[in-house]
């Protein structure tokens, strides 16, 4: 057996780790569900509801965020004037979105993190720049910013509206035994 004593050499991580994936419906600990909504689907993504249960640090770290990220193009006012555009004479020649109010005033949370997710018209996906957690907190920012304030009860109470569609899930779980039960004594 002279290959027990000097074996070929096997690199594990780089070979096989490199084409492993995860199992199909997993997700990591501590990691938000997936956003199970593909590129196209823009008017399905105002359903979709904020996971996070904010408070106003989210909102101020949103607000950090946005100002790094965002602000640069929109505007720290959220009017679409930004120091790229700048009323046209910056480097930009396409106005950005006026989020704070016109008609993307009205874009849900959902909506918003759809477009930092996959990017819309002009503006690039921000998927590789921001995880998950920090496109949810600047949808809340802006959504709570925009139509001066006009929805920021909406967005702090956000955390009341997750617990609502629990519930159905939980009561279906619980009576499918009883329905189980009931079969069985037939």
């Known amino acids: 057996m002279p290959d027990m004593v000097e074996s070929r050499a096997y690199e594990f991580y780089s070979e096989r780790l490199s084409t492993m994936k995860p199992v199909e419906g997993t ?3 501590g ?3 997936p956003y199970h909504l593909k590129a196209a ?3 399905l993504a105002n359903a979709v509801k904020n996971p996070l249960m904010l408070t106003k640090a989210d909102l101020e770290e949103g607000k950090r965020l946005f100002n790094i990220y965002c602000a640069i193009c929109h505007g720290s006012k959220l009017d679409g004037n930004g120091p790229l555009y700048n009323g046209g004479n910056g480097p930009y020649v396409a106005a950005p979105a006026n989020l704070a109010s016109g008609p993307k005033s009205d874009y849900s949370q959902g909506r918003l993190f759809h477009v930092m997710t996959y990017g819309f018209n002009a503006m690039g996906s921000y998927a590789s720049q921001l ?4 496109r949810w907190k600047i949808a809340a920012y802006i959504r709570s910013f925009q139509n001066n304030g006009a929805h920021a009860a909406e967005v702090l109470a956000s955390d009341s509206t997750q617990a609502a569609p629990a519930a159905p899930a939980v009561a279906a779980a619980t009576e499918a035994p009883a329905a189980q039960d009931s079969t069985a004594t037939k």
């Open 27 to 29: 997700v990591k600990r």
């Open 31 to 33: 990691e938000l569900l």
């Open 41 to 43: 689907d823009t008017a």
């Open 131 to 134: 995880d998950r957690e920090q």
